[in-house]
T-cell receptor
Framework: GQNIDQPTEMTATEGAIVQINCTYQ??????LFWYQQHAGEAPTFLSY????GLEEKGRFSSFLSRSKGYSYLLLKELQMKDSASYLC?????????????FGGGTRVLVKP | NAGVTQTPKFRILKIGQSMTLQCTQD?????MYWYRQDPGMGLKLIYY???????DKGEVPNGYNVSRSTTEDFPLRLELAAPSQTSVYFC????????????FGPGTRLTVT
């Protein structure tokens, strides 16, 4: 099975930087995903990491260390619209159907 | 493209009633999924399908059934609704096993009382 841990909630100030950590345990790692979910809405895809290192996409970056079972999502120059839940998900090599296992999500509150 | 659509948006069921949640995608995606999300929690996989005529159980399949007669449609059936099935249900699709971005529908908010 898989175990994914991420903090429940984080608060940050507009314009600042926030780092959301995700640790996972899986028997056969085949990719880590980050999704953003605004309250009352569906998740939307943010990033995908399968190799170690940092992937940058505008104000958002995602980092992966496979040996440590660790990823983080970095949100820079925070805006009020970044207030949302951020879901970490892992794909297992042995999982048929391209299935993802999701963590519980981290709710980020951006304050003025 | 409409993407992934779900109906209804909201529904209240009495204990023991049955209903079908509809999901349709117009992207010609092969893989489709049903998730449930309880308040403040992540997504739990109920059932998935890798193509028309092929379905399989996910993490929490008890109390649900699915069918996939066409590529576009993937309905989720609740038989004998229970309060524990109160949740938000999301349908998602992805082109193939090599793809990585799942596209989600807007969700169905279900309350069982």
């Amino acid at each position: 099975g898989q175990n994914i841990d991420q903090p429940t909630e984080m608060t940050a100030t507009e314009g600042a930087i926030v780092q959301i950590n995700c640790t996972y345990q899986t028997s056969g790692f085949n990719g880590l995903f980050w999704y953003q979910q605004h309250a009352g809405e569906a998740p939307t895809f943010l990033s995908y990491n399968v190799l170690d290192g940092l992937e940058e996409k505008g104000r958002f970056s995602s980092f992966l260390s496979r040996s440590k079972g660790y990823s983080y999502l970095l949100l820079k120059e925070l805006q009020m619209k970044d207030s949302a839940s951020y879901l970490c998900a892992v794909r297992d090599l042995a999982a048929a159907g391209n299935k993802l296992t999701f963590g519980g999500g981290t709710r980020v509150l951006v304050k003025p | 493209n409409a993407g992934v659509t779900q109906t209804p948006k909201f529904r209240i069921l009495k204990i023991g009633q049955s209903m079908t949640l509809q999901c349709t995608q117009d992207m010609n995606h092969n893989y489709m999924y049903w998730y449930r999300q309880d308040p403040g929690m992540g997504l739990k996989l109920i059932y998935y399908s890798v193509g028309a005529g092929i379905t399989d159980k996910g993490e929490v399949p008890n109390g649900y059934n699915v069918s996939r007669s066409t590529t576009e449609d993937f309905p989720l059936r609740l038989e004998l609704a229970a309060p524990s099935q109160t949740s938000v249900y999301f349908c998602a699709s992805i082109l193939s096993g090599a793809s990585y971005e799942q596209y989600f529908g807007p969700g169905t908010r279900l309350t069982v009382t």
